[in-house]
């Protein structure tokens, strides 16, 4: 059996606790996460070309082993990174034991009230869309309201009205337009290879 079909069985028994689930099989090595991959998604280290991010907070939505998290730490941000399964964090905890990010367990649906408009970079790399179509809008309004300055957006892009046997279930044009909420503006949106790379921007308001 794949990494996905394991995915995509575990997610078929529980639409939101899956993760949990994969992420203790894999543990216990009856299991695989497909998204277990050593090297930084290539759509983050392409857009953060010359980027520092000394001085500003990052938050990494869904951080799993840590491949992204890692990647802005070494950029100069102070990261913090969090994931729904404690058996995760707990895993990227031991593979970076110096690591400066902080790994932390929190739910992207209930996040902590301390993290409202938190972070100067919220990197939401392809987390919406391994939840199910039914909860892309209220994830896609958290992760807006984590946002402090600067969102990045990275998914697998699929059409409008489009059939999908997820996970992952692809955004839509729609629901990354739908990102420009709570103060947010899409400043540069791009859909190369089949992924979106959607940059959005707070548009801040002076008294």
């Known amino acids: 059996m794949s990494a996905d079909d394991d995915a995509r069985r575990l997610q078929a028994a529980d639409p939101t606790g899956w993760f949990e689930k994969l992420y203790a099989e894999a543990d ?10 050593a090297h930084p998604q290539p759509h983050l280290v392409e857009w953060a070309t010359g980027l520092d991010g000394t001085g500003q907070r990052a938050l990494v939505v869904g ?3 840590g491949r992204d998290s890692e990647f802005l730490a070494s950029l100069g941000f102070e990261v913090t990174a969090f994931d729904i399964s404690p058996t995760a964090v707990a895993a990227v905890q031991a593979r970076h034991p110096e690591s400066s ?3 932390v367990v929190a ?3 209930n996040p902590p ?6 972070f100067d970079l919220v990197v939401e790399n392809m987390t919406v869309q391994a939840l199910p179509v039914d909860l892309h809008a209220q994830a896609i309004e958290r992760v807006a309201w984590l946002t402090g300055s600067k969102l990045l957006v990275l998914a697998v892009a699929r059409e409008e009205g489009s059939d999908v046997d997820g996970p992952p279930w692809p955004l ?10 709570d103060g947010l503006t899409a400043v540069k949106v791009s859909r190369d290879e089949a992924r979106w790379t959607a940059e959005f921007l707070r548009q801040l308001t002076m008294n």
């Open 113 to 118: 009230a301390e993290w409202h408009h938190a």
């Open 172 to 181: 839509t044009p729609s629901e990354i337009t739908a990102f420009q909420t």
């Open 63 to 65: 951080c799993g082993y």
């Open 107 to 109: 739910d992207l649906l």
């Open 101 to 103: 990010v902080s790994y």
């Open 28 to 37: 216990a090595g009856t299991a695989s996460v497909p998204w277990d991959i």
